[in-house]
């Protein structure tokens, strides 16, 4: 399994690589998930462009770390990006990983090409509710928390359809560690990129989906229309992570907005 420190900080990766002109895309995962919500994705477009998925710290098999703000997780990313050499890459993160997408752009704009944002925001939650789900973890545990949150991940259907994954995912949750769950927590809570959609200038697609609990189509709506020339689109069928539920409509829209951006140099996948 591959694994690499960025800042003291040991994060677990996978690297797709790929030939042709497609810029590099980096896959950014939600809270309380691990990279592997993004397999059908990689699956998919497995040499068609090179594309990298990560555990953000905090979850999956990287270091929790110290969780100050939304900047660490930012400090990750543009870590792997430098340590691979990347340039001119397409960010597609969802809920707190597009918030961490935001957040690279923000500071280094120069080394991103697109941004795909899904079922995220400028801002999410009120310090009331997020300060809420961080007491009840840290008493109860990420157990106290769990149906309710997956009920906002995945549709109804989901849930009687597909019992066995719904377990899993489950599993996924409750498995992260607490110290990573919270902090992250925290870093949404305290994070607002209100003022910096205003000002993100490079091709951007907005994605939500139609039955999204946590990030509803009219909140990623409205960080759409805060971005200059930005793209909306809606997938139906979909929660908050329609990576897993509706994957062949999210690979559509990725295909088709990776095929309007101008070509890139050789990549460096």
């Excluded at 840290?138 to 157990?143: A, D, M, N, V």
Aim: hydrophobic share 45%; aromatic share 6%.
């Amino acid at each position: 399994m591959p694994f690499v420190t960025i800042g003291g900080i040991t994060l677990h990766h996978r690297r797709i690589k790929a030939t042709g002109k497609a810029r590099p895309i980096i896959l950014i995962n939600s809270l309380g998930t691990d990279f592997r919500i993004w397999d059908d994705i990689v699956a998919a477009l497995d040499g068609e462009m090179p594309l990298l998925v990560y555990d953000k710290r905090g979850h999956g098999l990287s270091d929790i770390g110290d969780i100050r703000s939304i900047d660490d997780h930012v400090d990750d990313l543009a870590g792997l990006i430098d340590h691979f050499g990347f340039e001119d890459v397409v960010l597609c993160g969802l809920s707190v990983g597009g918030m961490i997408a935001q957040g690279l752009y923000a500071r280094r704009p120069e080394s991103v090409a697109a941004m795909i944002l899904c079922d995220t925001a400028h801002k999410i939650g009120t310090n009331e509710s997020w300060n809420t789900r961080i007491a009840t973890v840290e008493r109860s545990g990420i157990q106290a928390i769990a149906d309710g949150v997956l009920k906002v991940w995945f549709t109804p259907t989901f849930h009687t359809a597909r019992m066995a994954e719904l377990d899993g995912y489950w599993n996924m949750m409750t498995r992260q560690a607490v110290a990573g769950y919270v902090g992250t927590c925290a870093a949404v809570r305290d994070a607002d990129f209100t003022d910096a959609a205003r000002r993100v200038a490079v091709p951007t697609l907005c994605v939500a989906g139609d039955q999204d609990g946590s990030t509803p189509p009219d909140l990623v709506r409205s960080l759409a229309d805060l971005i200059p020339g930005s793209r909306f689109e809606i997938i139906r069928d979909a929660g908050h992570i329609p990576c897993v539920e509706q994957p062949q409509a999210l690979v559509a829209l990725i295909r088709d907005f990776v095929a309007s951006l101008a070509s890139g140099a050789d990549n460096h996948g």
